[in-house]
């Protein structure tokens, strides 16, 4: 019985010691769109997608095309690039 109680409060301890995740927030990665002038213009591509998650050190890269409906949550782990109709890149922004 007083072996069970240890490993309970042990467990318990080890929860408690646990913070919850905050939607938005991952650690390691607040998003900074300073500088991404230069991915403006260019085309939609893993590549390019993954050079701008890069440069802001954002943990989530959301696109936008036209006529797309964008949730208005403040992430700030996330960078939203914005596509006009022939799938090239006009702005850029944390959130």
Do not use: N
């Amino acid at each position: 019985m007083r072996k069970i109680l240890l490993v309970t409060a042990a467990m318990l301890g080890a929860c408690a010691a646990q913070q919850p995740p905050v939607h938005g927030v991952t650690p390691g990665h607040k998003c900074d769109a300073t500088g991404t002038e230069s991915f403006i213009g260019r085309i939609r591509t893993d590549s390019t997608g993954a050079a701008i998650q890069r440069a802001t050190r954002a943990a989530v890269v959301r696109w936008s095309p036209p006529g797309t409906m964008l949730t208005m949550d403040y992430r700030e782990d996330r960078v939203t690039v914005w596509l006009d109709q022939a799938k090239r890149i006009t702005k850029i922004r944390c959130g």
